[in-house]
């Protein structure tokens, strides 16, 4: 079946540490890929997404993903966290060979401590 | 930037009462889109829109939900009579030419049913 997995429901981090959060995917053919951000109260905001060519792009906010075929994977990173960070991460993927919606992973939760 | 914009941000009703939740789009969109959120749970696709006719929806999508679009800016997603699980957090969504494989979601309405 197909899905979307964030394994970790939640992560707490020190701010200026460095950051992974995970994401698996389990479809037929590589999807396109995007990790969003929510803010407490806030809507969905876009941080990356992943088409086709190079396997490590840049978003906003200093975030970068890998995209690693070999593992269905496209990790969220950064070098070092600020407070303002601390959200809901959300990975989500779109079958790119049909349909109109996106699936999502259930979340991670980030909490940076000073 | 162009963004897209929810109206209200929270409602309350009571169950059995009708809804009506309100998005504006991106202006040069064409394919819109709802999902929900309830709450600590993954945001899970509900509708798309194209062409003023429903593309695609999901299994959650049932009588009891329609959408419009009534006029060139507004898209509206109707829920006739509301039930307590109906509750959670309404994303609006829209994109352009590029199809459905960008889509630009809005900050929410937060839908409690009592």
């Known amino acids: 079946a197909q899905s979307v997995t964030q394994p970790d429901i939640h992560i707490t981090v020190s701010e200026g540490a460095s950051l992974e959060l995970r994401c698996n995917y389990s479809y037929g053919a590589t999807p396109y890929l995007f990790w969003y951000v929510q803010s407490p109260g806030q809507g969905l905001q876009l941080l990356l997404k992943y088409f086709s060519g190079d396997t490590l792009v840049q978003g906003i906010k200093g975030f970068e993903a890998e995209f690693k075929r070999s593992q269905s994977s496209f990790n969220l990173r950064k070098p070092s966290v600020h407070w303002s960070d601390a959200a809901e991460y959300f990975c989500a993927v779109h079958p790119r060979i049909t349909g109109n919606q996106f699936y999502f992973g259930t979340g991670t939760s980030l909490t940076v401590i000073p | 930037e162009p963004e897209v914009t929810q109206t209200p941000s929270h409602q309350v009703t009571q169950m059995g009462q009708e809804v009506i939740l309100r998005c504006v789009p991106i202006?040069?969109?064409?394919?819109f889109y709802w999902y929900r959120q309830i709450l600590g749970q993954k945001v899970e696709f509900l509708v798309s829109f194209y062409n003023n006719e429903i593309s695609e929806k999901s299994e959650i999508f049932d009588d009891q939900f329609s959408v419009e679009r009534p006029d060139g800016s507004n898209f509206t997603l109707k829920i006739r009579s509301t039930k307590l699980e109906d509750s959670a957090m309404y994303f609006c969504?829209?994109?352009?030419?590029?199809?459905?494989?960008?889509?630009?979601f809005g900050p929410g309405t937060r839908l409690t049913v009592t």
């Open positions: 202006s040069n969109h064409l394919y």
């Open positions: 969504a829209s994109s352009g030419q590029g199809g459905a494989y960008e889509q630009y």
